[in-house]
């Protein structure tokens, strides 16, 4: 089993130089290798094997989030899927677990995303590791620690407590890790974040400054509502034109966009509608951020596919940060100090970000967890299957102060389930440990706890 973890971090043979080589700041800065596809480890040496380290890194890390056309699904699918965004239209048992929010810590397709994760962590560490001791004013120092803090997060924000950080030594040997809790998880991404911070700034590279500054204030607020304030101080300066993107392309089945693949060419799972009770209308609202189209029944032959718009093409990209997120936290922080129509406030918030994209704007809502769901609304949309959607629900379901303590089973997707196999949607609010890493970790034994 410690063979296949060292397989799966990619430290030995040759490593992929992905056609996302774009740092995600100008394809102009794509490197120029000899072979185009690959560079051999003995060429991974000195300073002049940074961009490359990165790119490795990127590319692993769009595996790991945004999915591939050779099978990785990548987390936006996965927790499309386990939350109201996706609904199942195929047939594989493993899949439909994670539809029905009833997983087996036995679950070979949670596996292949739990070590792609790990593999992008790993693969972010090591090119830290590398501008670190190499290049500690350049800035794709900062670029490799926010990727490393945003695969922390994704952990903490997706699985349960308890996540081994499993590492590789320089001579690629796996060393078990001792698994860590969620809040320990979080306080990693914000070590890396407040030091990537720290070199964008003094680099003067304004795009990974704001980077790390949305980072930082999702981990802070998935840590606990208290963070609020602070994390509306940390992003209140984020630049209204910033973006990072992760790129997708058509060059490789590797560099394919995920969601295309598994939902345009094979009709693995339509955008939803009102999933399980309590899922938003992504359909039916005819709203200009969720756009779709009929695409025909799906693989199972039984299920209409709606496709989503968001991601119509194999070069279709992810949105990883953005000044609408640093909006959306400023709104939602505004809601808990308790300005929500005042000037500045929640809804004036929310209402500038519409006009701003030319859609009308939002009433009033009259009781306090109108506003809140209003609030969570807005982020759903606006963030449609940008791996944001289950750290939003397990807020809304985490006991107050740390969360909104609402009832799991009245924002998560619940009831009967109407999709594959029929029955009950199941309790989870999480993705387990799975028992490959427990197998092969002596240190680990799956979960701590499952709590949101």
Known sequence: MLNRITRRFGARGAILAVGV?????????????????????????????????????????????AGTGTGPEGLVNMTGLFTDEFSFTETFPTRVQVDRRAIDQNNSTMSTIFFDVERARQSSFRAESAYKALAPADTGYSEALSLEGYSFLMLAESYCSGVPITKLDAAGNVIPGVPLTTQQL??????????????AKTTGNSRLTDLARVGTARALIFQSNANLAAAADTVAAVSPDFEYIVFSSSNTGRQNNGVFELQWLEGRWTQANNEGKNGLPFRSANDPRTPFLDLGLGFDNQREVFGTLKYASR??????????????????AQLAAGNYAGVGGTLGILNTLRSDAGIAALAPAATSQDQLLQLFSERAFWLYLTEHRLGDLRRLSRA??????????????????????????????????????ILSNPNSHGCIDRNP
Not at 21 to 47: F, H, I, N, T, W
Not at 400 to 418: D, H, I, K, M
């Open 21 to 65: 080589l774009l740092s995600a700041c100008s394809v102009d800065k794509v490197l120029q290798v000899p072979d185009p596809d690959v560079a051999l480890p003995s060429e991974l040496k000195g300073k002049a094997a940074l961009p490359t380290i990165l790119a490795t890194a990127i590319g692993d890390f769009q595996v790991a989030f």
């Open 186 to 199: 979080l306080d990693s991404a914000l070590n890396r974040f407040t030091i990537a911070l720290s070199v």
């Open 315 to 332: 070069d279709a990209s992810t949105v990883l940060a953005s000044y609408t997120e640093a909006q959306l936290i400023i709104a939602e």
């Open 400 to 437: 107050a102060p740390a969360g909104y303590g609402l009832n799991s089973e009245s924002v998560f997707p619940t009831g009967t389930y109407t999709g594959r196999g029929g029955g009950i949607y199941g309790p989870d609010v999480n993705f387990p440990i799975p028992l490959d890493e």
